[in-house]
């Protein structure tokens, strides 16, 4: 999954597998669509110098035999010659307008088919980026979603894509089109008029040559509104998200303040965007009137003199105007793509970010059972770096030099004997939920920082799908996802069995609250459970984790927003529903982690002290300080 967008061209064709047919057959109906268009100027030029000129029309040698079948009062021969009958088609001019009408109605059919297919390919395209996009994203490891903005990921997986979608399939397959057009157009122009053709075409090195020298400063300037737009999403974002917040501490002018001056900044960009837009449309105008300018002032003085019959000059001011529309087009696909480059940029860093792999041989099954003995051994840890790059996004750099103080746990070992109840005790920033996170690998241990190992089986050559399906764990923020309350229970199931929902949540003690909701389990939860109370939202995720049934499960600081009597009870049911289970209680409480087969407490992210409680208290140290404050009188 990881690379497939070496540069912008293999990502765009990446994205393209599974639409690229559709957008083919679109671009050849598009082709015909301008051959079509250039049929009717060479019918109406006919009509005018045949017909009511009476100008002599020779008929193509390929065409003599065709028309004399069709009906032979089509042609007429003087000598070896063959010419067009004026006569008849001036007394019967509705076939001229049927011809005319035919070719118009196949270019109409063309259209249709050009945009049926376009629109196929268009959104097979946007389905495949955005579900590449999305299963690459959850597939990311937590460290990258720590230093990349919520909003900022949004906007890439939006905004990037439509710009991407727009310039696909409303830029790139004209591109072709008009590529056909022009070279088509120049060669009729040059069978009525070379010198006029060279007039027409001597503008349009000037056309390219200014589109490409605004192209880089669109490019440049595009990207910084895109930036901008980013930061304002992750602000808009976080804001919504913790509107509570801001509410409660009167942050509301604060904050709208912070969000103006924000717009304000995106705002200046894209006007400075909006006025290079402006200078390279009004010169691309005044280019393409000078262009229309000078075929009329030539053309009239070649009809003049004689050199140009007036159904030429009519045919010869459609096909310029032909011209004109797709050298413009591609001064259009130069700036669009100066726009799509920089969202293929950003999209290319979010697919070109590594993935949490396994190795091929990685072990799960019976190869690696969970309902052993886990054992820290050595194991220290430090975050990696996030730094900015070139385009201010963030960037994670693996950096790691065991400086002591980066580090986070430091040479911490222990043993956590299979089925039984382990404590962690230590103050903030200890290191307590990091050592479950590298349990579960939300984290990875290098070679050089120590090892974890399962019933003697390092976890990093175990499948992390395995490992996690065996680990159930209740996050230090439990996270609720807007539902019903029974849906975020049973959110790991298969299907939802209202028995194990229920029984689940009497466990977590939720039992008693849900009966006083006026919908039971099918209360809604709101966005991140706003809904619920913070001993609620805990006792949800509790339930969560219960009725998954793992041989390991951990409760980081899952009981802190309950009340004592509460987390009595949630214990009791707890040790009843986990006997044979390996259970870690990470907790401040000493009543929380008292009757733990061994207590292990954490200072600076080293091991201090280890032991039951009634050894910790003996030992009259950290864990007997501890012990001693919360049950002052």
């Known amino acids: 999954m990881n690379n497939v967008g070496k540069n912008r061209k293999t990502l765009l064709l990446y ?5 690229k047919r559709y957008f083919i057959i ?3 109906f598009a082709m015909l669509v301008s051959v079509l268009d250039l049929i009717n100027p060479k019918i109406i030029s006919f009509a005018v110098d045949c017909v009511l000129s009476k100008k002599k029309q020779k008929v193509p040698e390929f065409a003599v035999n065709l028309l004399s079948e069709i009906n032979e009062k089509f042609i007429v021969s003087e000598g070896d010659a063959y010419y067009f009958n004026s006569e008849y088609f001036g007394s019967r001019l509705y076939l001229i307008a049927g011809l005319i009408a035919t070719v118009a109605f196949f270019a109409v059919l063309c259209r249709y088919f050009f945009k049926q297919f376009n629109a196929r390919g268009e959104g097979k395209l946007v389905q495949r ?11 990311l490891p937590v460290s990258w979603h720590n230093a990349n903005q919520t909003g900022d990921i949004i906007q890439r997986s939006t905004s990037d894509v439509e710009t991407i979608r727009n310039f696909v399939a409303e830029q790139l397959t004209n591109l072709i089109r008009v590529v056909v057009l022009i070279i088509l157009s120049v060669i009729f122009m040059a069978g009525i008029n070379v010198p006029l053709t060279f007039v027409a075409i001597i503008l349009v090195p000037v056309i390219i040559l200014y589109s490409l020298f605004f192209h880089n400063k669109i490019a440049a300037s595009f990207q910084k509104v895109d930036t901008m737009e980013g930061r304002l999403s ?28 924000s717009n304000e900044k995106y705002m200046n960009t894209w006007i400075h965007l909006m006025k290079l837009l402006s200078a390279f449309w009004a010169t691309s105008d005044f280019v393409s009137g000078l262009q229309v300018l000078l075929i009329a002032s030539f053309g009239a003085v070649f009809c003049v003199k004689g050199t140009l019959s007036p159904g030429d000059y009519i045919a010869f001011i459609s096909y310029n105007a032909m011209l004109t529309w797709p050298v413009r087009m591609l001064g259009r696909v130069i700036s669009d793509m100066s726009k799509a480059g920089i969202s293929i940029d950003r999209i290319r860093y979010i697919m070109n970010s590594k993935v949490e792999e396994d190795a091929e041989n990685a072990l799960k099954g019976d190869d690696a ?33 065991h400086d002591e103080q980066a580090e986070v746990l430091k040479n911490v070992s222990f043993t956590i004997p299979a089925g039984k109840t382990v404590g962690i005790l230590g103050g903030t920033g200890s290191g307590k939920s990091t050592l479950v996170h590298l349990l579960d690998r939300l984290f990875d241990l290098t070679e050089d920082e120590g090892k974890i190992t399962i019933g003697g089986k390092d976890i990093r ?13 209740v996050l230090q923020e439990p996270y609720l996802f807007s539902g019903t309350l029974a849906e975020n229970i049973a959110i790991t199931q298969k299907e939802q069995k209202m028995d194990r929902v229920k029984a ?14 006026g919908k039971g389990y099918e209360t809604y939860v709101g966005e991140r459970g706003v809904t619920l109370s913070g001993g609620q939202k805990q006792r949800t995720a509790i339930a969560q984790t219960v009725i998954r049934n793992t041989p390991i499960m951990i409760f980081d600081d899952s009981l802190s927003a309950v009340d004592a009597e509460t987390d009595v009870k949630i214990r009791k049911a707890l040790e009843e529903k986990a006997k044979g289970t390996t259970t870690i209680i990470i907790a401040h409480r000493i009543s929380t982690l008292m009757n733990a087969d061994k207590i292990i407490v954490l200072e600076n992210g080293r091991v201090a002290e280890e032991g039951t409680h009634d050894e910790l208290l003996q030992k009259k140290g950290i864990y007997n300080k501890v012990f001693n404050l919360q049950h002052a009188v």
């Open 369 to 401: 059972p969970m309902n052993q003995d886990i054992v820290f051994d050595n194991v220290s840890f430090e975050f990696d770096r996030v730094e900015k790059n070139a385009e201010g996004e963030a960037v994670v750099v693996s950096v790691k030099k």
């Open 234 to 261: 992750a602000m808009v974002q976080e804001n919504l998200t913790g509107v509570r917040v801001v509410r409660a501490f009167g942050r509301e002018a604060y904050e709208k303040k912070r969000f103006e001056q």
């Open 461 to 473: 050559g175990i499948n992390r799908k395995w490992l996690r399906e065996n680990i159930g764990i």
């Open 15 to 19: 994205f393209l597998r599974g639409s």
């Open 504 to 517: 689940a949540a009497k466990i977590a003690s939720l039992d008693e609250a849900v009966e006083k909701f």
């Open 129 to 139: 980026m955005r579900n590449l996009l999305y299963e690459h994203i959850i597939h």
């Open 26 to 28: 679109s671009v050849i």
